[in-house]
């Protein structure tokens, strides 16, 4: 997939000075591979709590794969709380990644304008 793609930068001329890997696996996996080939920047995104990617690190050997390309990441966007803590947990030794909480899809003026658009809640007589 990454050296597809490599030759398709190469042939169209595209520019660019950052790589996006969608997810851990396998679109960060080949991700790493075209940043480190260009020489730019190199970004994932983190949706899902590390359960799955803790029994791929375990049951299937990928840890030699995954501690490389989280050690040579620039920033990591995690999508959720539980995440943003979790993740430098995860991470090998000597690995320092910007850990960035990136709040997925959340419109908080459109928040604001729902709620102040309702009507007052009426008071009840417990309080």
């Not at 959720?80 to 000597?94: A, E, H, T, Y």
């Amino acid at each position: 997939m990454s050296y597809q793609a490599i030759r398709l930068i190469k042939r169209t001329g595209c520019r660019f000075d950052m790589v996006h890997g969608q997810s851990p696996y396998p679109s960060a996996l080949a991700a790493r591979i075209i940043s480190r080939h260009f020489k730019v920047l190199f970004v994932v995104n983190l949706r899902d709590d590390l359960s799955h990617l803790a029994s791929l690190y375990e049951s299937r050997g990928s840890k030699k794969y995954f501690d490389p390309m989280f050690a040579s990441l620039s920033a990591i966007f995690v999508h959720g709380p539980v995440l943003f803590r979790d993740v430098p947990k995860f991470l090998p030794r000597g690995a320092h990644p910007n850990i960035v909480l990136a709040l997925n899809g959340v419109d908080f003026e459109g928040i604001e304008k729902t709620l102040t658009s309702l009507d007052p809640t009426p008071s009840h007589a417990w309080g």
